[in-house]
């Protein structure tokens, strides 16, 4: 009974937060979560790059089909496949990404999926005709779709409700942010490598510059504790919610049993009504 006080109040207090009073006590998590979100950065920079890969000059001679007024373009129907693809791809990532978590948490499943867009982008930056790089999308848009799921997700179960607003925001802004990067780079290659294959190459090549540095910091990242008390690790949810608070000793102890009970609950409470609603 106390304990089920403890997380009411405990409930309560984070309704009742403020922004500037969540960001002094949370820091970390928000920082954490900035992190986990910027891996969007890649899937806005690369569903912006198709779309101005098509104008590309050198893309259309190698890729493209001879039209009656004497130039390359690359058909409708190719362009609407491509972008299809994409989503086909994010869509199948987006239905494992569920299993993946269950099973390796939001870190390790976050790695693998940097690990796979690695792999996978060599298939884009090798291309040899459109059909590679519609297997290539798909395939790129597997791991883009678990980004998606996983930086929201990580986000709502590591900040109090006072930063979830705006970090899970902050996810819509780094689609933007790689929308605007891959303007810039295709302004260079159209100013610069237009009729060089560098001009579609060099695009693909950037996007192995994110996987790296990033799966450090995922790898580096507190497990959410969420998934932790859901696998009965209460010892690392623990040492998670340490390193996700930045309150001072003596009260950060009390404050993190308090969070895992609220956590215990709230995963019972849920189990509960499954089991109500599937009988």
Not at 241 to 257: F, T
């Amino acid at each position: 009974a106390d304990a089920v006080e403890d997380a009411k109040e405990s409930d309560e207090s984070d309704k009742q937060m403020s922004f500037v009073q969540a960001l002094k006590q949370y820091p970390k998590a928000a920082a954490w979560s900035v992190l986990i979100s910027t891996t969007l950065v890649m899937e806005g920079y690369d569903t912006a790059l198709l779309n101005a890969l098509f104008a590309l000059p050198v893309f259309q001679q190698k890729f493209g089909q001879l039209t009656s007024a004497g130039h390359y373009e690359i058909t409708a129907q190719w362009q609407l496949g491509l972008n299809m693809c994409i989503s086909v791809g994010e869509i199948i990532g987006l239905q494992f990404t569920g299993f993946a978590v269950e099973r390796l948490g939001n870190r390790w499943t976050m790695i693998v999926a940097l690990f796979l867009l690695f792999c996978f982008n060599f298939l884009l930056y090798f291309c040899q005709n459109l059909a590679m790089i519609a297997v290539g999308l798909i395939l790129s848009g597997m791991p883009w779709g678990a980004f998606q799921s996983l930086a929201v997700s990580y986000a709502s179960e590591v900040c109090p409700l006072a930063l979830r607003y705006y970090l899970t925001t902050y996810v819509n802004m780094c689609w933007i942010f790689g929308q605007i990067f891959a303007s810039g780079i295709m302004k260079n290659s159209q100013q610069n490598l237009a009729n060089s294959d560098l001009g579609y190459k060099l695009p693909f090549a950037l996007q192995w510059i994110w996987p790296a540095p990033l799966a450090i910091g995922v790898y580096l990242a507190p497990e959410s504790p969420w998934w932790l008390v859901r696998k009965d690790k209460l010892a690392e949810a623990r040492k998670s919610l340490s390193r996700l608070s930045s309150l001072k000793k003596e009260g950060k102890e009390i404050a993190v049993n308090v969070m895992v009970e609220k956590i215990k609950i709230t995963i019972e409470k849920e189990a509960l009504e499954k089991n109500h609603s599937g009988s």
